[in-house]
T-cell receptor, first 110, second 114 residues
């Protein structure tokens, strides 16, 4: 069974731009969660989607948003990028509570 | 609120030594889940184990073992006869019933030297 896939793997953006990251969960998994990993703050939960509905949300500003499609694929969007948004963005999918992570998208904001 | 503390920032041992990674957690919930993940240099978090709060039985999987003690709110991870391939950052995490949100510790960077 294929694992969680994330695209793109690397991204360089300029301050003020917006970005969209994509995540395809493991087949059959309906829950998709997003995390941000930075050297200073570590791994932090962004939000979780289940059946196209946001079920949980972390403590991030409204510039961070997401959505889930009927095939469980998910996207997250960051608008008005700031330098501090440079991070590894990890997506995880789950069927019964164990979360399986993708390889991440490394975003660099210059 | 939940909190996970991994006091060991970095550990370095010689191959074949046993090593224990400590994890202490805080939660007021009675039903919760504890996890360990491995993050190799490639960046992907690899799932290792999940335990629920009602199952304090220790678990062994090959060279890996986990010791869960509710009395001390700890969920420690031991690698026996370490190998160079075990070098990675290891994260302990906690979630509570009904929430898919994982609360992670700061991670322990483990280096196994040949």
């Amino acid at each position: 069974k294929a694992g969680v896939t994330q695209t793109p793997r690397y991204l360089i953006k300029t301050r003020g731009q917006q970005v969209t990251l994509s995540c395809s969960p493991i087949s059959g998994h309906r829950s998709v969660s997003w995390y941000q990993q930075t050297p200073g703050q570590g791994l932090q939960f962004l939000f979780e989607y289940f059946s196209e509905t946001q079920r949980n949300k972390g403590n991030f500003p409204g510039r961070f948003s997401g959505r889930q499609f009927s095939n469980s694929r998910s996207e997250m969007n960051v608008s008005t990028l700031e330098l501090g948004d440079s991070a590894l963005y990890l997506c995880a999918s789950s069927l019964t509570g164990e979360q399986y992570f993708g390889p991440g998208t490394r975003l660099t904001v210059t | 609120a939940q909190k996970v503390t991994q006091a060991q920032t970095e550990i370095s041992v010689v191959e074949k030594e046993d090593v224990t990674l400590d994890c202490v957690y805080e939660t007021r919930d009675t039903t919760y889940y504890l996890f360990w993940y491995k993050q190799p240099p490639s960046g992907e978090l690899v799932f290792l184990i999940r335990r629920n709060s009602f199952d304090e039985q220790n678990e062994i999987s090959g060279r890996y073992s986990w010791n869960f003690q509710k009395s001390t709110s700890s969920f420690n991870f031991t690698i026996t006869a370490s190998q160079v391939v075990d070098s990675a950052v290891y994260f302990c995490a906690l979630s509570v019933l009904g929430a898919q949100k994982l609360v992670f510790g700061q991670g322990t960077r483990l280096t196994i030297n040949p």
